[in-house]
């Protein structure tokens, strides 16, 4: 067991435009965020992630930076953020920034110097290239629809964009560029911040000479394989660790987008040479299908288990994994695998607690927060969204119908509708005109109401937050090993912890059916029970589970 705080912790996600509106202007800011301190005090967490606050044009709200070390107008000013920061520790939480250092904004002024001639200082700071017979440099697609190539008149040539148009990607191969991020993180860890969560770290370097990407049948573009897990990425996180993150007692995780396990290990490795973590995609990626993430397509929880159970097993003891259902990019997990019920959603959140990793929660999944009916494009705020739209409805590829069930089963914006805070207008988010709709659930789903109530939602989270951080099984539930029963069973998930011959078992019937079940492992009936959402169902070897049910104890 190599004991680390970051292993032992559980991370809040804050998305922060959607978190706590303290001002009126329909937009949530770090005030609001400080004003409910003791909220997320009381449910036991001690990391804050905070998505971006930076200086920003948003047209990804905040994932397009113009200045790294500003806040930007809507949330606040440095001040603010200060406070924020003093008063979070003074609560014992930590926070932990989102690093968005593949691309910056447009409007950054790197970019605008690099944008004004081919022989301007800053020109090598970005990706520029000639057009390849009046087209695009390479057939590469941006994520957010499109071409990732920009032409632009100045000069004449093309950036490259693996986001919007406004995102253009820098040049890490350019040690100017790589020296510039290091001071700018230096500067934040100087001043007192608990790490960073680094944005799409894993396509920071190309593959030289940019070759296409592959295009999948149907497509129009190449993939972007040919920039994720590039030649140079870990000789630049290694450079990155040297440079700054060595020098602090932070905890750093990396979104790697087309991670696999053995690249995995090198990011995320027991030597630390790197990150402390990473976010893998494979799980979310499982209810997608052939046309992509707009469609209703649902886990198949064998599927599920296999792929959950991989990242167990075969980073346990060579790497850490973080544990996530929810972000700001993912739909509800409690509409995605559960169904919208308490249960379920009690249900899900036991599947991953229980699991070896760093469990990191999204603002409102502690309440079970759900998918949102948006009805129509125009509810729509995001621009993977909008952008999807303009090519597959008005392209005439998907019908408007189609489209609209796919965004409200997969949708970014589901993560993003306010924070549920109490039954008054606009769930008590704010006292203006909220920038996206609420969720026209809230009354019934709301902070107020279930902080008070013992079996509600928001204390089952407590309790399972608790349980990991602060009781006699810490121990086995952070650091065991995990071990997967029943793996081709299609409504229930099972599996053991163990640590020094102590063992959990943990039973969750991910299913709306009641199942008899056969519990397949030893079991006596004077095991303890650690937590369930339903205590009359004892531990026996023929049990019935009744939906959604979800239990632990140790064997
Ligand atoms: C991943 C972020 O999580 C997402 O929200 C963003 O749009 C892209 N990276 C681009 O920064």
């Known amino acids: 067991m190599d004991k680390k705080w970051w292993k032992e912790s559980v991370v809040y996600q804050i998305y922060p435009r959607s978190f706590c509106d303290s001002n009126g202007d329909g937009i949530g800011d770090l005030n609001g965020i400080r004003s409910k301190l003791d909220y997320l005090q009381n449910l036991g967490i001690n990391v804050i992630w905070l998505s971006p606050v930076y ?26 953020f200060d406070n924020l920061l003093k008063e ?16 910056t904004s447009d409007e950054h002024k790197w970019f605008i110097e690099s944008r004004s001639s081919k022989d301007n200082p800053k020109r090598d700071y970005y990706i520029w290239r000639e057009g390849k017979d009046g087209k695009e440099p390479n057939n590469w697609g941006s994520c957010f629809s499109g071409s990732a190539w920009q032409y632009d008149e100045t000069t004449g040539m093309y950036y490259l964009h693996c986001f919007s148009t406004k995102q253009p990607d820098l040049n890490w191969d350019n040690p100017k560029v790589r020296d510039e991020v290091f001071n700018m993180m230096t500067w934040w860890c100087e001043k007192g911040i608990d ?59 990396g979104e790697c987008a087309g991670v696999t396990i053995e690249e995995a290990q090198k990011y995320a490795g027991n030597d630390q040479t790197e ?61 995605r695998l559960g169904d919208d019920s308490v249960a379920s959603a009690k249900c899900v959140a036991t599947v991953l607690h229980m699991m070896q990793g ?66 008054s207008e606009n769930a008590g ?35 399972l937050i608790k349980l990991r951080r602060n009781s006699e099984w810490s121990d086995i539930i952070v650091y065991g090993i995990y071990e997967l029963l029943d793996p081709k069973d299609e409504n229930v998930y099972t599996y053991l912890r ?58």
Not at 386 to 402: H, Q
């Open 498 to 555: 163990k640590l020094n011959n102590r063992t959990l078992l943990v039973i969750c019937n991910v299913s709306d059916s009641e199942i008899d079940y056969q519990v397949p492992t030893d079991c006596k009936e004077e095991a303890t029970l650690l937590i369930s959402n339903n205590e009359n169902v004892k531990l026996q070897k023929n049990i019935k589970l009744p939906p959604w049910f979800a239990g632990v104890w140790e064997i």
């Open 88 to 103: 979070a520790h003074e609560h014992d939480i930590k926070i932990v920034m989102d690093l968005v250092v593949n691309h």
């Open 358 to 423: 760093t469990p990191y929660v999204y603002q409102g999944e502690e309440l079970g927060m759900t998918n949102c009916k948006f009805g129509s494009i125009e509810n729509c705020k995001d621009i993977e969204i909008l952008n999807a739209y303009k090519e597959l409805v008005e392209g005439g590829k998907l019908s408007e119908e189609a489209f609209m069930k796919g965004v409200e089963a997969k949708g970014r914006d589901n993560a993003r509708t306010p924070m549920q805070w109490d039954s």
């Open 275 to 335: 990150l402390n973590m990473v976010f893998q995609f494979e799980h979310t990626s499982l209810d997608h299908d052939e046309n992509g993430k707009w469609t209703t397509k649902r886990f198949y929880l064998p599927d599920l288990k296999e792929n959950l159970s991989k990242w167990q097993v075969e980073l346990s003891g060579k790497a850490w994994n973080s544990l996530y259902w929810d972000n700001h990019d993912q739909p509800r997990i409690v509409s």
């Open 195 to 253: 790490g960073f969560r680094m944005d799409v770290i894993s396509m920071i370097s190309k593959v030289e000479g940019l070759p296409d990407g592959k295009v999948w049948p149907g497509g129009k573009y190449g993939d972007l394989s040919n920039t994720t897990n590039g030649p140079h990425v870990h000789q630049y996180l290694q450079e990155m660790n040297k440079k700054v993150l060595s020098k602090y007692d932070i905890m750093t995780v």
């Open 429 to 463: 988010f704010t006292t203006g005109k909220p920038w996206i709709m609420v969720n026209p659930n809230y009354k019934d789903i709301n902070a107020k109401r279930q902080v008070a109530d013992e079996d509600s939602v928001f204390n089952y989270y407590k309790k």
């Open 55 to 80: 200086k920003s044009p948003n047209d990804d709200n905040g994932y397009d930076i113009s200045d790294y070390q500003d806040i930007m107008d809507d949330f606040g000013n440095m001040e603010d």
